[in-house]
C-alpha cells in the first residue's frame, strides 16, 4: 500500500510538482531507510516555513501544478532573494513578477541560473524546461501593451504550454488581425491585452469560439484612467465568452490560460 502510493508520486509528470525534500523522504521510505514515523515527522514540517517576514508555500506545486510565484513589489531586495533561494532549492523552476535589473542583479549572484525577461520585467530559473504542450493565443492591441503580454506569455511558457504571439492588432486597424485567424482557431484559449478602451476582447469573442481571458492595460491617456476604461469596457462584453483578469495582471491571464490549454490536452 505504501509503496503504491510514493510509487504514485515519485513517478508523476509534469517537471517540478514535488520538492525534492518531499521526493527524497519518498524515496528513503519506499527503500526502508527510515520509517513511516520518521517519514511523518519529516513531511509534516515541508508544507511551508515560517521565516517571520514570510510563509514560505512549498506544497504549492502539489497543489497548483507550479511552486509559488513572488510578486516583487512591496518586499525588500533581501526578501526577494531568500525567497527565491528557498524556492531554487526546492524546484527547478522559478517565477518572480514585476522584478526590475536591480533586483536581478543581486539575485543572479546568489542563484547564477537566473535569467532576467526585460520585456516582462520578470526574473526566472529554467532548470528543467517543461514540454510545451497545447496552444495559447496571445493577442495584443498594441506595441505599448508588450509588457504586460509578455508576462503572461513568459508564465504561460514555463508553466508549460505553447504560446502563439500576435502583436499589435487593435482595433485602429483591425485588418492586421484577419491574416491570424487560422492561428486563432488552432488555440484552445486565447488571451487579449488591450488599454485605451479596451475592445479588442469583445471583437475577437465575435470571431472563435474559443475562450478569451481579456486583460486591461494602464496603456492610454487621461480617461483612460489607469486601466480602468478598459477594466469597464471587458466587463460589459456583448459578446460571451470573455473573462476578465485584473488591470495589467499579465501573471494571472496567463496563469489561468495555462491551466485551461493543459485541461484541453488532457492533462490533470
Not at 164 to 170: L, P, Q
Not at 185 to 208: D, Q, R, S, T, Y
Request: proline share 6%; glycine share 8%.
Amino acid at each position: 500500500m505504501v509503496k503504491d502510493y510514493v510509487t504514485k508520486f515519485i513517478n508523476r509528470k509534469g517537471g517540478n510538482t514535488i520538492p525534492e525534500k518531499w521526493e527524497e523522504t519518498l524515496q528513503d521510505l519506499w527503500e526502508r531507510k527510515i520509517t513511516p514515523e520518521e517519514a511523518k515527522q519529516k513531511l509534516r514540517i515541508y508544507p511551508f516555513e515560517d521565516l517571520g517576514f514570510t510563509k514560505i508555500d512549498y506544497h504549492r506545486g502539489i497543489r497548483k501544478g507550479f511552486p509559488e510565484v513572488v510578486f516583487c513589489p512591496g518586499k525588500t531586495k533581501e526578501e526577494i532573494l531568500t525567497i527565491m533561494q528557498k524556492l531554487a532549492a526546492e524546484y527547478p523552476n522559478i517565477l518572480a513578477t514585476r522584478a526590475n535589473e536591480e533586483i536581478y542583479k543581486l539575485v543572479k549572484s546568489a542563484l547564477p541560473d537566473a535569467r532576467y525577461h526585460l520585456q516582462a520585467h520578470a526574473i526566472f530559473l529554467e532548470r528543467e524546461p517543461r514540454e510545451k504542450k497545447g496552444q495559447i493565443a496571445l493577442v495584443s492591441a498594441g506595441t505599448a501593451d508588450l509588457p504586460v503580454a509578455e508576462e503572461a506569455a513568459l508564465t504561460a511558457e514555463i508553466a508549460g504550454s505553447k504560446v502563439e504571439r500576435i502583436f499589435d492588432v487593435g482595433i485602429a486597424g483591425l485588418h492586421r488581425l484577419l491574416p491570424y485567424l487560422p492561428e486563432l482557431w488552432k488555440a484552445n484559449v486565447i488571451i487579449a491585452v488591450a488599454g485605451m478602451e479596451g475592445a479588442l476582447p469583445g471583437f475577437l469573442a465575435g470571431l472563435v469560439n474559443r475562450p478569451i481571458i481579456a486583460v486591461p492595460t494602464s496603456t492610454g491617456y487621461g480617461a483612460n484612467l489607469n486601466g480602468v476604461t478598459p477594466l469597464l469596457t471587458m466587463l460589459n462584453s456583448c459578446s460571451p465568452g470573455v473573462a476578465v483578469v485584473n488591470i495589467d495582471n499579465g501573471f494571472g491571464a496567463g496563469f489561468l490560460a495555462h491551466m485551461i490549454n493543459q485541461l484541453a490536452e488532457g492533462v490533470r
